[in-house]
């Protein structure tokens, strides 16, 4: 039997230290702030317990059904399938969700096909992973990860921000474990997991060995306390007028850990600055997990053509020439994204005996998408107007009759009645330019890293020789004396 919902309900309700709006708040499960994206999630579940062909397998470990994220995939069949179970998760919430509970699993399974990484640092760390990735999947936990120093002064390296423990550094250590303290930056979907994942991606000297570390960390061990955002959730004044935000909230968060203990057990990296971004892009973490952001991106992309469509359908210019013109280029685009992930599954390579989507694909597609995503929200917003403003101030007008006929005789459309039109363009502005849309804009072009590390990534991957041959080709083709014997 696969989890189901309630089965993830209950596991969120560990007593963690949640804070929001000047408070610690003791139940974050049924607080107004999370309570519809932790249901959310908990469909997810349930889906995958009703669908468990499409979203599980067999897991090794204890037989049970597990979500297809954490299969190691040893062909090129469990690598479509995995991304099957990938699409269908993310359709359900027209990918509004990014660290839905399948992402951080992939990264654990590219850390397990790369594990020769830590096997050659230290064989103890290796069998920690090994375990932990074991205990994850058997359990099928819902997991986020933080794996970015809090922004501070990017001018100064990690141990220079004026505060030893400004990011998160080890303490001290025994014959336990280890004691960290300090921060990572914005773990997307912690009040929605049961664990962290912790490690660095930023830049690490020598010397900064101290913040060198991996790990994994429930979220309700004491001294995890995780610091969140403005919930859009929470501030939206009902489903009517915000459907994607009472809904789709993921929550971003500061994880704060006030002298936490870590077994060395559940250690991955201790003071190895060497092996922090390794983990990630020398092992197929990166290749893994962005499998499940491009799915992901994909579904979101055909939400947004939906949306574009039906806004122009509804002011009544979808006919007009030069809006086809835009709404094809859009379409292309979103079709050109959807090709490079199905790509992805299709022409992987293979890294020992498991298949793997090409690094050079991935990278493209993660780089391509955080300038594709700003320059397509914004040309929705061209085809939109002023009609995702010009609407009532809340459901609440509805309540009054005097309004309701002034919405009635004003809120006209090609292709709808005024309440249909008003639906429609609250959605769209919720998905478009609410506080929660554009925090979309703003995951979507850093969640995979800033702009300027996944260009480096293309620069090292792509296959140059195959260009530069060609030109070279041409070249060695080139004859000054015959040319110039030619001319003569
Ligand atoms: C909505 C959202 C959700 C997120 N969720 C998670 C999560 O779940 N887990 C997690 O670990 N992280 C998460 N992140 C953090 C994300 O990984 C970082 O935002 C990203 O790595 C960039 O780091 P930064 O924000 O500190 O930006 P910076 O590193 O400060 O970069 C910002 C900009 O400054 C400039 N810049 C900075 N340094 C350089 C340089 N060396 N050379 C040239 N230009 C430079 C570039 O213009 C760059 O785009 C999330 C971020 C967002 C916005």
């Not at 490690?199 to 001294?223: C, H, I, T, W």
Request: proline share 5%; hydrophobic share 40%.
């Amino acid at each position: 039997m696969s989890r189901t919902g309630s089965d993830y309900l209950a596991s969120l309700r560990d007593g963690r230290a949640v804070y929001i709006n000047g408070e610690r708040i003791d139940n974050h499960v049924d607080h107004p702030a999370f309570r519809n994206a932790v249901q959310t999630v908990a469909g997810m579940y349930d889906y995958q317990a009703q669908n468990q062909e499409l979203m599980t397998f067999r897991s090794p470990g204890n037989g049970k059904q597990v979500n297809l994220a954490w299969q190691l995939p040893s062909s090129q069949e469990d690598l479509v399938r995995r991304g099957e179970a990938h699409l269908a998760w993310a359709r359900l919430t027209g990918g509004w969700i990014g660290r839905s509970p399948d992402h951080v699993p992939a990264a654990l399974v590219g850390m397990m096909i790369g594990i020769e990484l830590l096997e050659n640092y230290d064989p103890a760390r290796a069998k920690a992973l090994r375990d932990y990735y074991a205990y994850a999947r058997d359990n099928d936990l819902a997991l986020t990860y933080t794996i970015v120093n809090p922004q501070g002064d990017r001018s100064r390296n990690v141990g220079d921000q004026g505060n030893k423990y400004h990011s998160l550094g080890v303490v001290d250590e025994d014959a336990e474990g280890i004691t960290v303290r300090g921060a990572k930056m914005l773990g997307t979907s912690a009040v929605l997991a049961q664990e962290c994942l912790v490690g660095v991606q930023n830049p690490l000297r020598p010397e900064d060995d101290m913040y060198a570390l991996s790990f994994a960390v429930p979220l309700a061990q004491k001294g995890v306390k995780i610091l969140s955002r403005r919930s859009y959730e929470q501030s939206a004044s009902s489903a009517f007028d915000y459907p994607l935000a009472t809904r789709f909230d993921e929550n971003d968060a500061l994880i704060y850990f006030d002298d936490v203990k870590i077994p060395w057990e559940r250690v991955f990296i201790y003071r190895r600055p060497e092996l922090c971004g390794a983990l990630f892009h020398q092992t197929a973490a990166e290749q893994m997990m962005n499998l499940q952001s491009q799915a992901r991106f994909t579904v979101k992309l055909q939400f947004l053509l939906g949306v574009a469509r039906r806004l122009t359908e509804t002011t009544g210019t979808v006919n007009f020439p030069a809006v086809q013109d835009t709404l094809g280029r859009l379409a292309g685009q979103a079709m050109a994204v959807e090709g490079n992930f199905r790509a992805m599954m299709l022409d992987p390579t293979q890294r020992g005996e498991f298949y793997v989507p090409k690094a050079s694909r991935v990278y493209s597609a993660t780089s391509a998408g955080q300038s594709l995503y700003p320059e397509f929200v914004n040309d929705i917003r061209g085809l939109a107007g002023g009609g995702v403003i010009m609407l009532p101030s809340s459901v609440e007008d509805f309540g009054n009759p005097e309004i309701v006929e002034m919405i009635e005789a004003t809120q006209r459309s090609a292709a709808t009645d005024p309440l249909g039109r008003v639906k429609l363009m609250k959605l769209a502005w919720d998905a478009l330019g609410s506080e929660f849309g554009s925090r979309h804009t703003q995951y979507e072009m850093f969640y995979s890293g800033p702009p300027f590390v996944q260009h480096m990534r293309c620069f090292g991957n792509y296959d140059w020789n195959a260009s530069t041959a060609m030109v070279d080709n041409i070249l060695s083709d080139v004859s000054l004396e015959a040319s110039l014997g030619a001319r003569k």
